[in-house]
């Protein structure tokens, strides 16, 4: 079956814009998580969504948001852009929430 | 709150080695552990995982044994490969009402296999 899909792979952005980053669930997955992975801070939770709900929020400013669409699809946006932003950002889907992830290999974000 | 400590690393081997990468948490109640995998430029890949007290998770050489007494999850394997270079991320998740909490992951371990 196909895995998690992320796109864009790359981008670059600067500082000030809004970006939005996609995020396709292996099928019949309803629990879609997005993550933060930088060399300093590690893996952060930013937050899960489940049947279009965000169940679970990670402390991430109010700058970052996410939805999830009918089909499981979800999106993630950062708008405001910040250097520190910069980072790797992984998605995962799962039937149960944390167990069981699936991750998609990432979007690298890099803000200038 | 839910925390997982792990050895930073870099950890350096030969091949053929043996390999140890020290994992410890901190949770309340019965979290399942697990542990990933990370290859340069791609996401975490699920190695193994364990569900409760004193299971064994195994995978491609890799073994932990979830111990609830000394609240550890330590990876092993007997004899490294180069191919096993990459970062290993310990975590764990603890089940809610209707689902599981999301993934914590311990800081990483960046594993170097040299020939």
């Known amino acids: 079956k196909a895995g998690v899909t992320q796109t864009p792979r790359y981008l670059i952005k600067t500082r000030g814009q809004q970006v939005t980053l996609s995020c396709s669930p292996i099928s019949g997955h309803r629990s879609v998580s997005w993550y933060q992975q930088t060399p300093g801070q590690g893996l952060q939770f930013l937050f899960e969504?489940?049947?279009?709900?965000?169940?679970n929020k990670g402390n991430f400013p109010g700058r970052f948001s996410g939805r999830q669409f009918s089909n499981s699809r979800s999106e993630m946006n950062v708008s405001t852009l910040e250097l520190g932003d910069s980072a790797l950002y992984l998605c995962?889907?799962?039937?149960?929430?944390?167990?069981?992830?699936?991750f998609g290999s990432g979007t690298r974000l890099t803000v200038v | 709150g839910n925390s997982v400590t792990q050895m930073e690393g870099p950890v350096t081997l030969s091949e053929e080695a043996f390999l140890t990468i020290n994992c410890t948490y901190t949770?309340?109640?019965?979290?399942?552990l697990f542990w990933y995998v990370q290859y340069p430029g791609e996401g975490l890949q699920l190695l193994l995982k364990?569900?409760?007290?004193?299971d064994k998770g195994s995978n491609k050489g890799f073994e932990a044994t979830y111990r609830k007494e000394t609240t550890s999850f330590h990876l092993e394997k007997g004899s490294v490969q180069v191919s096993d270079s990459a970062v290993y991320f310990c975590?764990?998740?603890?089940?809610?009402?209707?689902?599981?909490?999301?993934?914590?992951f311990g800081p990483g371990t960046s594993l170097s296999v040299i020939p």
């Open positions: 975590a764990l998740t603890s089940p809610t009402e209707t689902s599981y909490d999301k993934v914590i």
């Open positions: 969504y489940f049947s279009e709900t965000q169940r």
């Open positions: 949770a309340t109640g019965y979290p399942s």
């Open positions: 995962a889907s799962s039937l149960a929430g944390g167990y069981g992830y699936t």
């Open positions: 364990a569900t409760k007290a004193d």
